[in-house]
């Protein structure tokens, strides 16, 4: 079965640190462009960060900028989203994805994060709460 399992999430204090990985099975890595999301109640799923196949290039949303880092470990076929300095706006269930892209626009991901509709796979979503 082919899948990603996110882990690592729960409740954390203002200013604190959390890191969310995400496993795949069934499948390698290798070959995909993985992006993080996040969705808190009542609101829309916002994209957090995403990440080359290789590695070599990242993006971030502007909400997360400086306290969120995305890497990846392809020999263990897994992602890691760190997140320090936590803010109660950062509460949501955060969702991993993968994205078979093409070469020419894996290259743009500095950029741009691959869209919605450009992922294969997708999570089943780690809580992540915010709160003193």
């Known amino acids: 079965q082919l899948q990603l399992v996110e882990s690592g999430g729960g409740l954390v204090q203002p200013g604190g640190s959390l890191r969310l990985s995400c496993a795949a099975s069934?499948?390698?890595?290798?070959?995909?462009?993985i992006g993080w999301f996040r969705q808190a109640p009542g609101k829309e799923r916002e994209g957090v960060s995403c990440?080359?196949?290789?590695?070599?290039?990242?993006n971030y949303a502007d909400s997360v900028k400086g306290r969120f880092t995305i890497s990846r470990d392809n020999a263990k076929n897994t992602v890691y989203l760190q997140m320090n300095s936590l803010k109660p706006e950062d509460t949501a269930v955060y969702y991993c994805?993968?994205?078979?892209?093409?070469?020419?626009?894996?290259?743009?991901?500095?950029?741009?994060?691959?869209?919605?509709?450009?992922?294969?796979?997708w999570g089943q979503g780690s809580q992540v709460t915010v709160s003193s």
């Open positions: 994805a993968a994205a078979p892209l093409p070469r020419k626009r894996m290259s743009t991901i500095q950029a741009r994060c691959p869209e919605g509709y450009e992922y294969d796979y």
């Open positions: 069934g499948f390698t890595l290798d070959y995909y462009a």
């Open positions: 990440i080359s196949a290789s590695g070599d290039s990242t």
